[in-house]
């Protein structure tokens, strides 16, 4: 089983930045598509961004578009979402799924394309 680990959540202030991480204990994610979702208290869970394996294709949710950036590390293993020009509408728990290498780009942000979920790390943007 794939347990995939988040971090690098906090408390920033609008417009700040944080960058999230997401690893895989005893895998290496390199073969993995990789989606970063969120939800906050009361809405539906919301493909942020996501990056698939197979030839680097990446989604972002319009909401995200030009201040969200996914990225991977190969060296590290890691995929992570660099978030900039932070709202307080971004305030939600993030979570990191994997799946399978090639899905259709179609499908690249539903959730239902991921088999494998972290436990979250909580984003909160706030003055």
């Known amino acids: 089983q794939l347990q995939l680990v988040e971090s690098g959540g906090g408390l920033v202030q609008p417009g700040g930045s944080l960058r999230l991480s997401c690893a895989a204990s005893r895998f290496t994610l390199d073969y993995y598509t990789i989606g970063w979702f969120r939800q906050a208290p009361g809405k539906e869970r919301e493909g942020v961004s996501c990056i698939r394996s197979s030839d680097g294709s990446t989604v972002y949710a319009d909401s995200v578009k030009g201040r969200f950036t996914i990225s991977r590390d190969n060296a590290k293993s890691t995929v992570s979402l660099q978030l900039n020009s932070l709202k307080p509408e971004d305030t939600a728990k993030y979570y990191c799924?994997?799946?399978?290498?090639?899905?259709?780009?179609?499908?690249?942000?539903?959730?239902?394309?991921?088999?494998?979920w972290g436990q979250g790390t909580q984003v909160t943007v706030s003055s």
């Open positions: 799924a994997a799946g399978p290498r090639s899905p259709l780009l179609s499908r690249l942000c539903d959730a239902g394309t991921y088999a494998s």
